[in-house]
C-alpha cells in the first residue's frame, strides 16, 4: 500500500507564494510520475503539474511561469512552488502519483486547501 501525505497549503493573498510538499510512503519505492491536481468548488478536478522520475515536467497553461514543479526521487518526494498566486487558484491541491504509466494504478493524498484572497 502507498500513503500520500501532503503539506503546506493555507490561506495567502493575491501576489504571494505558498510552496506545497507531498511524501510517498509504503510499499513502492519509484513513480513514474508525480503531479499536482486541484480541484475548486463546482469544477472538475484539473491537472497543474506533473514531472517524471527523470525530472521532465509539464504544467496546464494558467500556472506556466508562476509554479514550479520538482521532486527528490530519494525521498520519493514531489513539491509545487506557487509564486503570484491569483484568487482563481483557490481549490483543494491533490497529491498524485503513478508507479508506472503503462498501469493504471496511480495513487493520491487527502488534499490540501490554498486559499488566495484579501
Known amino acids: 500500500q502507498v500513503k500520500l501525505v501532503e503539506s503546506g497549503g493555507g490561506l495567502v493573498q493575491p501576489g504571494g507564494s505558498l510552496r506545497l510538499s507531498c511524501t510517498a510512503s509504503?510499499?513502492?519505492?519509484?513513480?513514474?510520475?508525480m503531479g499536482w491536481y486541484r480541484q475548486a468548488p463546482g469544477k472538475r478536478r484539473e491537472l497543474v503539474a506533473a514531472?517524471?522520475?527523470?525530472?521532465?515536467?509539464n504544467y496546464t497553461h494558467s500556472v506556466k511561469d508562476r509554479f514550479t514543479i520538482s521532486r527528490h526521487n530519494a525521498k520519493n518526494t514531489v513539491y509545487l512552488q506557487m509564486n503570484s498566486l491569483k484568487p482563481e487558484d483557490t481549490a483543494v491541491y491533490y497529491c498524485?502519483?503513478?508507479?508506472?504509466?503503462?498501469?493504471?494504478?496511480?495513487?493520491w493524498g487527502q488534499g490540501t486547501q490554498v486559499t488566495v484572497s484579501s
Open positions: 514531472i517524471s522520475d527523470g525530472s521532465m515536467a
Open positions: 509504503g510499499s513502492i519505492f519509484r513513480f513514474d510520475a
Open positions: 498524485n502519483a503513478v508507479p508506472s504509466v503503462i498501469s493504471s494504478t496511480q495513487y
